[in-house]
């Protein structure tokens, strides 16, 4: 069945470094979607891309989705507090939408 | 946000309770989720409703029981529970069930089962 798979599970950095969580499918995606989770809350959606090698922005976050519609990443430029969280990606297969395991991001200011 | 709502918002009932958990949602929508979180699986989808029809059962024991009387709402419920279901429940909906559309979260019932 589909599989989609994220990396790394964890990630601690200081204040101001950048962060990259990566997302790959076993199958070829028709679309993909982020969402974030703050601590004590619940997901919540940031973006979708859908064309092959499309890129986004949302202010320091910058979405990736690869040319084979199969992996997708989300790096954070010069991260802040408010940037902690789980970010989980979701990707469209042939019959569902599958998140994946989500990156949990800590920052030591 | 209030587009999607839970109740209880916390949870603690003995292995031989029978409780539900209810979702509403004010947006809309078409489809509906239930999800589990833990620590061992973040998101775990449960099951899937649209037009109040359950298109998708993922295996779920026969202790947790969905009913969407509704488009517009969502019940879970609960009966011999086991410790291990002890997590995160979250309710979500969307446009309809197609993956192109965004799914909106509530803010999930934190159930302790002892």
């Known amino acids: 069945g589909q599989q989609v798979m994220q990396i790394p599970q964890y990630q601690h950095v200081q204040e101001g470094e950048d962060f990259t969580t990566y997302c790959n499918s076993s199958?070829?995606?028709?679309?993909i979607q982020w969402y974030k989770q703050r601590p004590g809350g619940h997901p919540v959606f940031l973006i979708q891309?859908?064309?092959?090698?499309e890129v986004k922005k949302q202010k320091r976050l910058t979405f990736q989705f690869g040319e084979a519609k199969k992996n997708s990443s989300l790096h954070i430029t010069a991260t802040q507090t408010t940037d902690v969280g789980t970010y989980f990606c979701?990707?469209?297969?042939?019959?569902?939408?599958?998140f994946g395991q989500g990156t949990r991001l800590t920052i030591n200011p | 946000e209030t587009g999607v709502t839970q109740t209880p918002r916390h949870l603690v009932m003995g292995m031989t309770n029978k409780k539900s958990l209810k979702c509403e949602q004010h947006?809309?929508?078409?489809?509906m989720y239930w999800y589990k979180q833990s620590a061992k699986k973040p998101l775990e989808l449960m099951f899937v409703?649209?037009?109040?029809?359950?298109?998708e059962n993922n295996s779920v024991p026969s202790r947790f029981s969905p009913e969407c009387p509704n488009s517009s709402h969502l019940f879970l419920h609960l009966h011999t529970l086991q410790p291990e279901d002890s997590a995160l429940y979250l309710c979500?909906?969307?446009?309809?069930?197609?993956?192109?559309?965004?799914?909106?979260f509530g803010p999930g019932t934190r159930l302790t089962v002892t």
């Open positions: 979500a909906s969307s446009h309809s069930t197609s993956g192109i559309y965004e799914q909106y």
């Open positions: 199958t070829t995606l028709s679309n």
């Open positions: 891309l859908v064309k092959s090698g």
């Open positions: 979701a990707g469209q297969g042939a019959q569902k939408l599958v």
């Open positions: 947006l809309g929508h078409n489809a």
């Open positions: 409703y649209s037009l109040e029809e359950r298109v």
